[in-house]
């Protein structure tokens, strides 16, 4: 079945500091990729998504590549901020063959000191 | 910005009692979900609920758990006999259409069974 695997965490940076939060996958489709962020005391928001290899989401700064070769779609931010902090999750959505119901993978706390 | 209200935020309660917890998704959305997350483990799916009835339903949702729409706002997932393994966050979402990318989530509520 689909399944999502991020890294262990929380990873920990200084303020500026560069942010990769690793995320790959199996699926049985092609599936659409997203990244969701939960702020503390807040809900899942989207925070990007891509639909097809080789696209690139990207927003307040994040970006994260579907890279089909590698099933892969790694979160990134050139400079992260203290307003960061908070718990990234990575998902996928899957019709053909299964479902649109996305996966998820357990998160990772990226914690951000000034 | 519309949102997903749930409560309580926290719940204790002890192994065999029934538990209701409460959602209310947005107003013009018309498919609902509950996920749940185990302390450090993945956000796993429960159940997705259209046109008042269940659409689909993981392994998790046996015959211990049932999800109402009682009077066309609020969405409710009950656990008839709590046991240990059912502490979780437990979170509610809403969508427009099916699919990852819609999807707005409630801030979850924490049920700790004693």
């Known amino acids: 079945g689909d399944s999502v695997t991020q890294m262990e965490g929380p990873v920990t940076l200084s303020e500026e500091a560069f942010l990769t939060i690793n995320c790959t996958y199996t699926a049985t489709g092609y599936p659409s990729l997203f990244w969701y962020v939960q702020y503390p005391g807040e809900g899942l928001q989207l925070l990007l998504k891509?639909?097809?290899?080789?696209d690139k989401g990207s927003n307040k700064g994040f970006e994260a590549t579907y890279r089909k070769e590698t099933t892969s779609f790694h979160l990134e931010k050139g400079s992260v901020q203290v307003s960061d902090s908070a718990v990234y999750f990575c998902?996928?959505?899957?019709?053909?063959?299964?479902?649109?119901?996305?996966?998820f993978g357990r998160g990772t706390s990226l914690i951000v000191h000034p | 910005e519309p949102e997903v209200t749930q409560t309580p935020s926290h719940q204790v309660t002890q192994m065999g009692q029934e538990v209701i917890l409460r959602c209310v998704p947005i107003s013009n959305h018309l498919y609902f979900y509950w996920y749940r997350q185990i302390l450090g483990q993945k956000v796993e799916f429960l159940v997705s609920f259209y046109n008042n009835e269940i659409s689909e339903k993981s392994e998790i949702f046996d015959d211990q758990f049932s999800v109402e729409r009682p009077d066309g706002s609020n969405f409710t997932l009950k656990i008839r006999s709590t046991k240990l393994e059912d502490s979780a966050m437990y979170f509610c979402a809403s969508s427009e259409s099916p699919g990852g990318s819609g999807y707005t989530f409630g801030s979850g509520t924490r049920l700790t069974v004693v």
């Open positions: 998902a996928l959505s899957d019709r053909p063959g299964g479902s649109y119901i996305p996966t």
């Open positions: 891509a639909t097809k290899a080789d």
